[in-house]
C-alpha cells in the first residue's frame, strides 16, 4: 500500500516561499559586507622644496608646519597594499608666479615603479603663497616603498622641475622611515 501525502496547504507553501526569500536576503546581506581596510602605518611627510613644498598649515618663514606635517597612511585591504597622502600643496614664491604639484610613485622591492599619481597643479599668477589641500592614493599587492616628490613650473605646461622629495617604507613604523 502506498502512502499518499497530502496536497501542502496554502499557507505551508506561504511559509515555506517566505523563509527562502529571508534565507536568500540574508545570504546576499552577509556576502555584500564592505571590505575594510587595515591601516598599519603612517609616516609624516614634510617637504621644504623652495618654490613647491608639502605638508601644512601654517606656512610661515617659507616652510610647511614642521609640527604638523602631511601623511602617508599605509593600509592593507586583500592583497593591495595602498598608501594614501594627506596635506597641503604650496606654491611659494615670493617674486614670481608659477605653479607647484606633488607626485606620489609607488616602488616594489626591485625598485621598479608599479604605480604613480600626481595631483593637480596649485597655481599663482604673481609671486606670493597658494595652497591646496590634495589626498593622493597609490596601490599594489607589491607596495615596497613611496616617493614624494615636490615639483615647480612657471606655468601649467611646464617645464616641471623636481624641487625636493622624500622616500618612506611601507610597514615600518614611526615617521620619517
Known sequence: MTATRPAPSRRSR????????????GALALGATP??????????????GGAADFGNDPH?????????????????????RTGTLTGKEYRDDLFSGGCAR?????????GSRVDRVISDPVC???????????????SSPAAHRAVI?????????GP??????????FGQPGGND
Open 102 to 110: 606633488v607626485v606620489l610613485a609607488l616602488f616594489n622591492s626591485s
Open 149 to 157: 616628490s615636490t615639483q615647480a613650473a612657471p606655468g601649467l605646461n
Open 124 to 138: 599663482r599668477a604673481t609671486g606670493g603663497l597658494a595652497a591646496k589641500k590634495i589626498t593622493l592614493k597609490v
Open 160 to 169: 616641471w622641475q623636481q624641487t625636493g622629495s622624500q622616500t618612506v617604507y
Open 14 to 25: 506561504l511559509l515555506r516561499s517566505t523563509l527562502a526569500a529571508a534565507m536568500a536576503a
Open 60 to 80: 610661515a618663514g617659507g616652510s610647511p608646519n614642521i609640527f604638523a606635517p602631511g601623511t602617508l597612511a599605509w593600509n592593507i585591504s586583500g592583497s593591495a
Open 35 to 48: 571590505a575594510y581596510a587595515t591601516v598599519i602605518d603612517t609616516d609624516n611627510v614634510l617637504i621644504n
